[in-house]
């Protein structure tokens, strides 16, 4: 694995840290939690039904790219914490924000969150056990316009997506320091470069919407479990499914969206790749998804 120059800051916000008494008396919970505690926790302490948290710091901590000084892990109990490092100069590249602080307040996990996407050029992991219920809140104006920017995982999910949570989020960032890298994809291992299509590891997410979970697995193998360019190309290329296309109104319509289409002149159909090659991966999932999508 060769690894790239810059060090990356990995922020790990959640107030479900084990509190023991010791950190307690040295005031560890109220400022920002460096790795080498982060992992005391992780192998001595009961992490209940946040096993799998205490799983995903044990696999950073003991990555090749951590031990070489490549990785620097920070954990918060409370985002302000976090906003304050972050003002005082200390750069995010890759954020794990837990939604829930103590009494359930979405509008400061809405504004929170909003910050770290305003002050920070991280990618967000959105790292909840409320899941289900998020989207209704990360649609919104001030959210959707940063889409790019996160995404949402369930704590400890391993049937939702085409990634276990939180293998995903651990490729993630080895990628990040990493020139190439290995994912793993429910225990197969796949080799993934960025490319014209994907420009990061977690937009094969783009890819999973657009073909589900188990028809992309399948796609994957029959690319001998690569991802690039070529390999992306050839599973566009695999179905015959299109979309519809006007020109003069600059609009991507699915065939689903029947009553726009009856309303549109001069529709042209356009192939899953020509959509990703000409405009993007993302306008093609969002057109299937929202069944139009104006470019």
């Known amino acids: ?27 560890v919970y109220g400022q920002a939690i460096n790795a080498d505690d982060l992992y005391h926790l992780a192998l001595y302490e009961n992490w209940g039904s946040l096993h799998y948290l205490k799983e995903l710091i044990k696999d950073i901590v003991t990555s090749e790219p951590y031990k070489q000084g490549f990785i620097n892990l920070i954990g918060y109990s409370n985002p302000e914490l976090a906003l304050s490092d972050i003002e005082d100069g200390i750069t995010p590249h890759v954020i794990i924000y837990d939604w829930q602080y ?17 002050k920070s050029n991280a990618f967000i992991f959105i790292y909840s056990q409320i899941g289900e219920t998020l989207p209704q809140y990360l649609n919104k104006k001030e959210f959707n316009q940063h889409s790019n920017r996160f995404q949402l995982f369930l704590k400890g999910s391993k049937s939702n ?20 890298a290995k994912l793993k994809i429910h225990g197969l291992d796949i080799e993934f470069s960025k490319n014209n299509y994907l420009k990061q ?62 309303k549109i002149q001069s529709l042209q159909k356009i192939s899953f790749k020509q959509v ?7 306008k093609l999932e969002e057109a299937l998804e929202r069944g139009i999508a104006l470019i």
């Open 276 to 282: 990703a090659d000409k405009f993007s991966i993302q």
């Open 102 to 118: 103590g009494q359930i307040n979405d509008l400061n996990s809405q504004k929170w969150l909003l910050e770290l996407i305003n």
């Open 1 to 27: 694995m060769t690894m790239k120059n810059e060090i990356k800051n990995i922020f790990l916000l959640d107030d479900e840290f084990p509190k023991i008494e010791e950190f307690i008396e040295r005031g």
């Open 201 to 262: 590891a977690s937009d094969i997410l783009y890819l999973e919407r657009i073909f589900g979970r188990l028809n992309l697995l399948e796609e994957i193998k029959n690319v001998q479990f690569s991802l690039n360019d070529e390999t992306i190309g050839k599973i566009l290329e695999s179905t015959n499914e299109f979309l519809y296309y006007s020109e003069e109104k600059k609009v991507l319509i699915s065939p689903d969206n029947k009553s726009t289409i009856d």
């Open 161 to 180: 997506s085409i990634f276990y949570s939180e293998e995903f989020i651990l490729q993630f960032i080895l990628m990040e320091v990493a020139e190439s």
